[in-house]
């Protein structure tokens, strides 16, 4: 049996960075919603070996292994799966590619083979995974504290948003080490303030490009600590405008934000 499950983008509305933990990882204060865009996922039962498909990763680098690894540990899962990803989220992009993935895996498995983790377990086993990965198992738009982890649920109106992803990849790990300028003190310099917006535009040449282009005709922002770029709007008219205006080597498009991870309606009436 095939099992077919969304797998969407996040985006950050700002993104503070307020201190350094013990830990040696960085206390944030975020807003997260979901895009009406992502990957889908194909999960096939029945196989005779577990294999994992995504032409854009390589195999030994997909979250998914460590899932199930981690999975293995925690409660000797063992069941043979073929899992095929048809990826649209750009890697090191800030819309939370390989941390959706896990989650969307994650909660599937839970439902399709009625696991019974409870909320708190997945949301622990998520934070094993990576920072990001708890929002997507938590699936509504909330305002995120702590690594990313710690939840308020907000109700935030949706809205058509043209999505601009550069060429250019900035992982995580390096926006935090390299960016030495994090001020929390200057947080209202933009609607949506993101502490790595300054450091990308410098240092990617793409990125600041493409903001000097949106700039030209709306508000813009960075999502996360990626290169993704991203500007809202009351219309789709006004927005799909805009997109078709836009440089002929400009990689963008128009969709929706969405306050609730649309994975959490698909896997209801998941199970073998």
């Known amino acids: 049996m095939i099992f077919k499950i969304s797998s969407p983008a996040?985006?950050?509305?700002?993104?503070?960075?307020?201190?350094?933990?013990?830990?040696?990882?960085?206390?944030?204060?975020?807003?997260?919603?979901f895009l009406d865009w992502g990957d889908k996922i194909y999960i096939?039962?029945?196989?005779?070996?577990?294999?994992?498909?995504?032409?854009?990763?390589?195999?030994?680098?997909?979250?998914?292994?460590?899932?199930?690894?981690?999975?293995k540990k925690e409660i000797n899962f063992e069941?043979?799966?073929?899992?095929?990803?048809?990826?649209?989220?750009?890697?090191?992009?800030?819309?939370?590619?390989?941390?959706s993935n896990?989650?969307?895996?994650?909660?599937?498995?839970n439902k399709i083979y009625n696991l019974k983790l409870s909320k708190k377990k997945l949301l622990e086993i998520g934070l094993l995974l990576g920072s990001d990965v708890p929002l997507f198992i938590h699936g509504k738009s909330c305002e995120a504290t702590g690594r990313g982890e710690i939840f308020r649920n907000i109700f935030i109106e949706e809205?058509?948003?043209?999505?601009?992803?550069?060429?250019a990849k900035i992982s995580t790990v390096e926006a935090f080490k390299k960016n030495k300028n994090f001020d929390p003190q200057?947080?209202?310099?933009?609607?949506?303030?993101?502490?790595?917006?300054?450091?990308?535009?410098k240092n990617f040449e793409e990125v600041n490009k493409c903001f000097e282009w949106i700039e030209q005709h709306n508000d813009a922002y960075l999502s996360g600590?990626?290169?993704?770029?991203?500007?809202?709007?009351?219309?789709?008219?006004?927005?799909?405008?805009i997109m078709d205006n836009a440089p002929s080597n400009m990689n963008c498009f128009v969709t929706s934000t969405l306050n609730n991870s649309r994975i959490l309606n698909e896997?209801?009436?998941?199970?073998v």
Do not use: M
């Open 10 to 33: 996040k985006i950050n509305l700002g993104l503070k960075v307020l201190n350094k933990r013990k830990d040696n990882f960085h206390n944030i204060k975020t807003i997260f919603q």
């Open 267 to 271: 896997i209801k009436n998941y199970g």
């Open 79 to 99: 069941e043979k799966l073929k899992i095929h990803i048809d990826k649209k989220i750009p890697t090191q992009s800030g819309l939370g590619g390989a941390s």
């Open 225 to 241: 600590t990626g290169s993704t770029i991203y500007s809202l709007f009351n219309n789709f008219d006004e927005a799909s405008k």
């Open 159 to 167: 809205k058509p948003i043209l999505i601009i992803l550069p060429d």
């Open 44 to 71: 096939e039962n029945e196989v005779s070996a577990t294999e994992i498909i995504c032409k854009e990763i390589q195999h030994e680098k997909n979250i998914i292994l460590k899932l199930f690894r981690i999975l």
């Open 186 to 201: 200057s947080l209202d310099k933009k609607n949506f303030f993101n502490s790595f917006e300054t450091w990308a535009r």
């Open 102 to 109: 896990a989650a969307s895996v994650l909660l599937a498995l």
